[in-house]
């Protein structure tokens, strides 16, 4: 565990957050779980909120590095971010996606919050623009979309069935509509 005050707000954060909701954990329980005084608390963060999107941040960084290094360790096809994301929705906290939870109960498009999460979004579909590119695709913009529709549908069956095969089911889906899209150069 974190020492220093910061990094523990953030740490209890993240783990709290993703597991009962952003809005379910007041601002006691994230001092408890992180023994971290209010006045100290105030020090780093202006407000919950502000703790929230530096969060958000750092889990966006985190989990996009994890990405990029388990795809490339899967060989770098870009249906290998379907076998990663099998793994991930394995775990037994899993709890989906961090941002799609996040977007679902700061609903307004222009919270930061949401932002964020969109923001999050878009660079995943940016990393699978370029993994199609590497593969040889063209129109990589519209077949990275609709890959991360597929990633979104089946994180949400995922958390839903409490098991992985939706995912693998997102990858044959996303496997036909690739070979399907007779884009291969």
């Known amino acids: 565990m974190p020492t220093h005050a910061r990094e523990r707000l953030i740490e209890s954060a993240e783990r709290l957050f993703y597991a009962e909701g952003i809005r379910a954990v007041g601002l006691e ?3 408890s779980a992180s023994g971290v005084g209010r006045a100290s608390f105030y020090r780093h963060f202006a407000s919950k909120d502000d703790l929230v999107i530096t969060m958000l941040r750092g889990h966006d960084r985190a989990y996009r590095e ?6 490339h360790d899967l060989g770098g096809d870009p ?11 394995n775990w ?4 989906g996606c961090a941002f799609i939870n996040a ?8 919270s930061p919050v949401f932002l964020i999460a969109k923001e999050h979004k878009r660079a995943v579909a940016d990393f699978l623009k370029k993994r199609l590119a590497a593969a040889g695709y063209r129109d990589t913009e519209a077949l990275a979309l609709q890959l991360v529709l597929l990633i ?5 069956t995922a958390l839903h069935e409490r098991t992985n095969q939706p995912m693998r089911q997102a990858k044959a889906i996303a496997q036909g509509m690739l070979q399907r899209s007779n884009d291969v150069l």
């Open 79 to 89: 249906l290998a971010v379907f076998d990663a994301l099998a793994e991930r929705s």
């Open 92 to 95: 037994s906290d899993y709890r």
């Open 66 to 71: 994890w990405l990029e290094t388990r795809v």
């Open 152 to 156: 979104d549908g089946a994180t949400v």
């Open 103 to 110: 977007m679902a109960e700061m609903a307004d498009p222009a």
């Open 29 to 31: 329980r994230l001092l």
